[in-house]
């Protein structure tokens, strides 16, 4: 390596340069979030960005991305090919100053509507600054180019010319460096999600997507962007009309809405984007999209006399089963992002731009369309009665029959002492024998258990009152306290951690996918604020044969060579098959108390992966379901919306 920075003279913009990267090296989680899997992937993103950004411009629709054998990822465009010329003020070529300068996307073109900009876009120099190593090639004016970066962006092969080509384009390959991350393993899904995501989104630029490491290939392409997305989003649902796609591109701020209505389903699914960037905290767009919809059926329902005396329609009434994907393009001038992590859109134009076109659009879709519109209605009175009866039915259980309901809760519920709900736990427990372990071994003042007897219902595609005539869940929904779907209200959830826990075995996990399906149909908003989790049991103890005093627990195959070796023979190893088989103190110890246990925290982070895999596993159609299990047998999918911590 010394060797190699010889070759380079340095001056001080140089100095100045590797102290910005060295920043990112100091302190990566503030460039990339996070150093797991996450923020590995971010420097996959950051590099995806600019060649999505050139094919944007329109140069080369074809991007692909190869994880190799030795733990690098290359990325591969056919546009243009990143500029070698040097840079005027800073004396060297324009790409060693791309991937060694700290910049926003927008500082080095004035690319009107880059993805690059605003969110994340901390530019391609933070995945050379987290490299081992990073190799550009570029074909360009007919000759190809290559640079070369190692140890976190020093220049180790400086520009040169490789030979002649006809072709043009841009290679950048490169390595992370496994000292900066948890883990530098890339991940099939991660990246297939993300890349299909984006295909989605933006119609003309075509991913493939190949693992060396397994032989694997995939092309993601959609001519019909967003309406594929809400089409697989609603895949084996039952849709009450075609899919609606407007769009507009005659204004500054262009957009793109489609929408479906699904006459079984009970939850509003509406993604936003802008800049082909997720806002998951939703913003002035959403903001205007709701108030349009809210507006067009209301006003289609009173012109009409369809509502018959009745109060107008709730927006919540109006959004059950309504699948949405609201795309913008908002030039770099007017975005403004709020919140924490950005991920909520500001600009205020937006609110206005989307509520008039929106409701234009829809208004007359109403209007052509009687057969959908007057089902549509009849569908949004029917979520109007049932919200208002499931009110009224919860005020009455808070006062007079508040006696009746703790005397049911009595029968089953051990409660915790505290009334400090943001840190007490609900355990949801199988069965009654483990439910009492679990009473013996919990702490008293913050811990909960409430036993399920047998398997849960499954509540894919049934309505709250089906759901509520089932003690099981009936039971758990008033010791939650907080309401259930459009009434549900997580401030007000008597426990700031529901956890499930359950034997480690297939049908543990079962369990787990019938309550994590009843979270995500009519509890969501304690899933997606993270107050849903999952206990993991050890499936081994290793004790001592002579001094059982001497003992380890274990999760894995892994931990458990570990466990044997610290222990030392001879030894003897009790396979637990289910939570009944611990005693309180073991439970407590191993899956319970906060400072020894782990849990796996549920999250929602791609949604589109999420409602697939409820509706494959949960939905009435048994022949995907059964399709899918025979692909994936080891019931894997639990990884697909969980995300682990300690
Ligand atoms: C595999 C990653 O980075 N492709 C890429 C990047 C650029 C260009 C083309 C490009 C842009 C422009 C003009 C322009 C970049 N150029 C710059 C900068 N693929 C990948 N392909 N010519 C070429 O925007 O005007 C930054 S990225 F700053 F030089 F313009």
Redesign the pocket.
């Known amino acids: 390596m010394a060797q190699d920075l010889k070759h380079h003279a340095y001056n001080e913009d140089d100095i100045d340069v590797l102290e910005g990267l060295q920043g990112v090296r100091k302190r990566p989680a503030m460039y990339i979030g996070s150093t797991n899997a996450m923020g590995l992937h971010h420097l996959v993103w950051e ?2 960005d ?2 999505v ?2 094919a944007l ?1 329109g ?2 629709e074809l ?1 692909t991305i190869t994880i190799h054998n030795d733990g690098s990822l ?4 056919e ?5 070698t010329g040097i840079h005027k003020t800073a004396k060297v070529p ?2 060693e ?2 991937f060694t300068t700290l910049h926003s996307g927008g ?5 009107a509507y880059s993805s690059s900009a605003g969110l994340h876009g901390v530019g ?1 120099s933070v995945t050379n600054a987290l490299s081992e190593w990073l190799d ?1 090639t570029i074909y ?1 004016d007919g000759v190809v180019s290559h640079i070369k970066f190692a140890n976190g962006g020093h220049t180790v092969v400086p520009l040169e010319v490789l030979g002649k080509t006809n072709k043009h ?4 390959r490169f390595k992370p460096d496994a000292s900066m991350f948890t883990t530098v393993d890339f991940k099939w899904d991660t990246i297939y999600n993300h890349l299909q995501e984006s295909a989605f989104l933006l119609k003309k630029v075509r991913f493939i997507l190949k693992d060396e490491r397994a032989n694997l290939s995939q092309e993601f392409y959609y001519e019909n962007g967003l309406t594929q997305y809400v089409g697989v989003l609603n895949q084996n649902k039952e849709a009450m009309s075609p899919i609606l796609d407007f769009e507009d591109t005659t204004s500054e701020i262009k957009m793109e809405i489609a929408v479906q209505y699904c006459s079984q389903d009970y939850n509003e699914n509406i993604l936003s984007y802008v800049n082909n960037i997720r806002t998951k905290d939703g913003g002035t767009h959403e903001t205007g999209f709701r108030a349009a919809i809210t507006r067009a059926v209301n006003d289609f329902a009173n012109s009409n006399n369809l509502l018959k005396g009745k109060n107008n329609l709730d927006g919540s009434d109006i959004r059950e089963g309504l699948t949405a994907i609201i795309s913008l393009k908002i030039p770099e001038s007017k975005l403004e992002f709020e919140g924490q992590t950005k991920g909520k859109l500001g600009t205020p134009e937006a609110a206005n731009a989307v509520q008039n076109f929106f409701y234009t659009k829809f208004s007359y879709y109403l209007l052509e369309n009687k057969e959908f519109s007057n089902a549509l209605i009849k569908k949004c009175l029917d979520s109007q009665n049932a919200r208002i009866a499931a009110r009224k039915a919860r005020d009455d259980a808070r006062t007079t029959n508040k006696k009746k309901q703790d005397l049911i809760l009595s029968d089953k519920l051990t409660p915790a002492q505290s009334k400090d709900y943001k840190n007490n736990e609900l355990f949801i427990v199988e069965g009654d024998s483990a439910g009492g372990t679990a009473k013996a071994g919990r702490d008293r003042l913050h811990q909960a258990i409430l036993p399920l007897r047998g398997k849960p219902l499954n509540t894919d595609s049934i309505t709250i009152e089906q759901m509520l005539r089932n003690t099981e869940f009936a039971t758990l929904v008033s010791t939650i306290g907080a309401g259930v779907g459009q009434n549900f209200d997580v401030s007000e959830a008597k426990y700031g951690k529901i956890i499930i826990m359950t034997d480690a075995d297939t049908d543990g996990a079962h369990i787990q996918t019938l309550l994590l399906t009843f979270f995500y149909h009519f509890m969501r908003p304690l899933v997606t604020s993270g107050m849903v989790y999952i206990a993991v049991p050890p499936l081994y103890r290793v004790v001592k044969e002579n001094d059982s005093r001497k003992f380890m627990y274990a999760w894995d195959d892994k931990t458990l060579e570990e466990a044997k070796s610290v222990i030392g023979s001879p030894y003897r190893i009790n396979r637990y098959k289910g939570l009944g088989e611990m005693n309180a103190e073991q439970l407590k110890e191993t899956t319970m108390s906060p400072g020894s246990r782990t849990l796996i925290q549920v999250s929602i982070e791609d949604p589109l992966v999420v409602e697939q895999r409820i509706t494959v596993l949960m939905g009435k159609d048994t022949t995907v379901r059964k399709k899918w299990v025979e692909e994936n047998v080891n019931f894997n999918y639990v990884d697909t919306f969980v995300k682990e911590v300690k």
Do not use: W
Request: hydrophobic content about 45%; cysteine-free; glycine content about 12%.
């Open positions: 590099v995806v600019n060649a950004d050139e411009s140069f080369g991007i290359s990325v591969q465009d546009g243009r090919g990143i500029p324009a790409v100053l791309i500082k080095f073109s004035d690319k391609a550009v360009r384009g841009t290679t950048v």
